[in-house]
């Protein structure tokens, strides 16, 4: 027999309950801990937080981080840290608004892309979005004024290609638009932020 849970007046499988308040909730203390992970067995990632990687039912240009497809969660989680901060390596505790808006998720980024993905001068072919011989991820970050990587990108799930958010958080709670589309040796943006774009490797 499937039970529910009632939460906020809303009724909802218990499954699923535990699911949302676990992803939509982070944790109210510092000392939060996460539930054990059994040895070997790595985060069971589709069985607690299927809603990182659920996209509805019409996704676009779906596309899924692979080390989240695979469970992989400990490349960028480590569940001895609080659970203020997700259990994000390096994120700074306390929020994260625009006085703690550092370079602490280009370096967890880079520690599998590398940084040339994000130099001004970067080797050919060292990132995809880029104009020319232009590194577009590096004009991007001199333009937020902040090495950041998770205002634009999504780390689990996108319905969009190169797990671009369809909706780039700003400050006092606001949102701006982002649609992406690839192309072929290139791609498309259209964001609040700028007109439509389009660019050529």
């Not at 982070?26 to 070997?40: E, I, T």
């Not at 709670?173 to 007109?195: D, L, M, P, V, Y």
Request: hydrophobic share 40%.
């Amino acid at each position: 027999m499937l039970r529910i849970a009632r939460r906020s007046g809303f009724l909802l499988p218990s499954a699923l309950a535990v699911a949302l308040l676990c992803v939509a909730q982070p944790a109210q203390a510092a000392g939060a801990r996460h539930p054990p992970v059994v040895a070997r067995e790595g985060c069971v990632t589709l069985q607690c937080h299927a809603l990182l990687l659920d996209l509805g039912d019409r996704p676009r240009e779906r596309s899924v981080h692979q080390p989240a497809a695979a469970g992989e969660c400990a490349s960028c989680h480590d569940l001895a840290l609080p659970g203020e901060v997700r259990f994000v390596k390096g994120a700074p505790s306390g929020g994260d608004g625009p006085a703690t808006a550092q370079a602490w998720d280009l370096a967890l980024c880079a520690g599998c892309h590398g940084e040339a993905l994000a130099a001004k001068d970067s080797p050919a072919g060292a990132t995809r979005f880029s104009d020319g011989g232009k590194n577009l991820h590096a004009l991007h970050i001199q333009a937020a004024r902040g090495s950041r990587c998770l205002p634009c990108h999504d780390p689990h799930a996108s319905r969009q290609a190169m797990l671009l958010r369809e909706r780039i958080p700003a400050r006092g709670g606001a949102f701006i638009s982002q649609e992406f589309r690839a192309e072929k040796n290139g791609g498309w943006c259209r964001t609040g932020c700028h007109a439509p774009k389009a660019y050529k490797r």
